[in-house]
């Protein structure tokens, strides 16, 4: 083992993940500590708490986890003394809670001393957990946030999103209302990624400026705390005998897109584990912003997660906020943002006409891919007149109960002609429902990708408006804006039928490719402890995705379909009736 090493760790629900990459990006290093097997002393289920809607996670088992994740390291023969620079990701919206003495706890960490836990979780914790991003518990707290700023669109468009569950200012308002001793013994309060940040450099770090973007507290265009946002939670305070709330935050976090170093390691971890002193320690961020980290995303750039849920990730310079899905400030590229839109119904939809299709066909292999596969393929299958979206769960994007609906619609108008409770059989339905899911992927990230003006419209496709959620655009900002490419991960990457018709659907122009790393989350800290180190010592830093694409080696990425604008001009014609046929769901 030779060479030079960056480190990145995934503090995720279940797990905390450090990979090691060498100056080729290559891992050379893994190791993961499973926090129901591996630390079963704190009871959690799938690394959490349950109660009703409350959940939550015992801060001092990721404590402890770090300790045990890089003492494996060592037991694996790992020369931890070559980690140049360590960066990492952690679930987003959490939030930790810090004691008065937690600084000089921090500060003074000694390897001669025990472990961190042993140091540290005593008394550095005024609450010994940390709201979960599953936690549903605080309603009432988003209602009162959202009714003080104006409600959820101006909410979004101040903060990236509307009100949630699982953001940290509404768990913060329900600490303050119903634990006010826990908030005031509260001197420091951090997000999950500065708490992993603040452990590793043995003081507190500010925020990470992309991840705080998660806490509906945050300004995005103003680049600072929201100051009606603060004086809400500050107004609720009973007491008012500790520190501000934004004193609490240390202050505004540190600024996202350039290589900002949060400090070195901690002595503690030089003489416990063998780190080098001087190794840097760049600011962690939130799980989905450094999974767009692990591939070379640049502006108008889409990545899609095709998993039991779709997740549509994408790069852009347009900060086109809505209720309906999240903007953050990018944490690599200036002036850009990362969009996040999350879909229900992914890959169990899909499932549920596979499985009825194989009863048809009497295929007897449970799990059978190959009929529903050559019926999506399968351009002699004509539904250029039919339409239809298929909920078995209640949906997210658009905001509607669980449904199932198929349309037949004029072609030239877009007009919904009628209802009909099936197609002419059900590989019409294979075929439909990978075109209807790719779609309303296309048609929500469209407003967030740079234009592309210069075709010809037709007076009426330029005088026609379509809505979308909250979006009432031209018709034309769909044929517009386009991804220059789009990147497909997740279990049903795997399926080259499915990945081929939504890549035609979204038409990027530049191709379509699929990743199958499986630690995107780790592998982005990893690639963001690289490039922030490589960049210190350049006089003109390199474009995050610039910098990945030079290095990514060959087979990280598999070209699945180039880009192609016929296949792409196909689905114009659907866009009308998508809009109707959701409207009318919603009314």
Known sequence: MGGTYYLGFDLSTQQLKCLAVDEHQCIVGEQTVEFDKDLPHYNTEKGVYHKGDIVDSPVAQWVEAFDLVLQRFVNAGFDLSKVVAVSGSCQQHGSVYWTEEACDLLESLQAD????????????????????????????????????????????????SRAHFRFTGPQILKIIQEEPDVYERSHVITLVS??????????????????????????????????????????????????????????????????????TVSQYFVDKYGFNGNCSIFPFTGDNLATICSLPLRNNDVLVSLGTSTTVLLVTDQYHPSPNYH?????TIPNHYMGMICYCNGSLAR???????????????????????????????SNDNELAIYFPLGEIVPSVPAVCQRVLFDKDTGEILQKVDQFNDLRHDAKNIVESQALSCRVRVSPLLTPRPGAFYTSIQINTMVKFDYDELPLTTYFDCRPEHVYFV????????????????????????????????????????MWSYLQQSESQPTN??????????????????????NAWDKYNHKIVPLSRLEQALQR
């Open 113 to 160: 001393h025990g472990y961190l836990k042993d140091q540290l979780v005593p008394n550095a914790f005024a609450r010994p957990t940390a709201p979960n991003w599953q936690d549903h518990s605080t309603g009432k707290q988003c209602q009162e946030m959202e009714h003080t700023i104006g409600g959820p669109q101006e909410m979004a468009r101040i903060t990236g």
């Open 194 to 263: 500065n708490f992993a940040t603040s452990l590793l450099c043995g003081k507190f770090v500010p925020l990470e400026e992309a991840d705080a973007c998660g806490m509906n507290l945050y300004d995005i265009q103003e680049r600072k705390f929201s100051e009606p946002l603060v004086q809400l939670l500050e107004c609720n305070r009973p007491y008012k005998i500790g520190n501000s709330l934004l004193s609490k935050l240390l202050g505004e976090p540190m600024r996202a897109g350039s290589p900002l170093r949060a400090g």
């Open 327 to 331: 903007l953050f400030i990018h944490p």
């Open 351 to 381: 499932e549920q006409i596979r499985d009825k299709l194989n009863i048809v066909c009497h295929d007897k292999k449970p799990g059978n891919w190959i009929t529903f596969n050559e019926a999506v393929s399968d351009d002699n299958i």
């Open 490 to 529: 997740g279990g049903a990457s795997k399926n080259l039928a499915i990945v081929k018709r939504f890549s035609q659907v979204l038409g990027a122009t530049s191709g379509n490719f699929r990743s199958e790393n499986p630690n995107s989350c780790a592998v982005g800290g990893c690639y963001k402890a």
């Open 544 to 565: 995050f995705g610039l910098f990945l694409k030079e290095r990514l080696q060959p087979t990280d990425l598999q070209l699945v379909l180039k880009g192609d604008d």
